[in-house]
């Protein structure tokens, strides 16, 4: 990710527009391991005796975030 930054921001020509697009579309979804613990700890603060349901959803619910974006930059790229 930190590799992609630095080439969007150098203008570097290793990757064409398009690719530019889909490799940000495809990285910058909530689908990380910040966003489980703000789930578990934000939610479960609503609910604390359902906070093991949570962090057993957890990473489930993560790798559909990240389904989602890799979705997302499928169809940016159809689009483009």
């Not at 590799?3 to 579309?25: F, G, R, V």
């Not at 934000?42 to 990240?66: K, T």
Request: hydrophobic residues 55%; contains cysteine; positive net charge.
């Amino acid at each position: 990710y930190s590799n992609l930054s630095a080439m969007l921001a150098s203008h570097s020509t290793a990757l064409s527009l398009k690719s530019e697009i889909i490799a940000s579309y495809a990285l910058c979804g909530f689908a990380n391991f910040a966003s489980v613990g703000i789930q578990i700890g934000g939610i479960g603060g609503i609910a604390p005796s359902r906070r093991g349901d949570l962090a057993a959803l957890a990473f489930r619910a993560m790798f559909g975030g990240a389904l989602a974006s890799w979705m997302t930059a499928s169809l940016a790229g159809l689009m483009l």
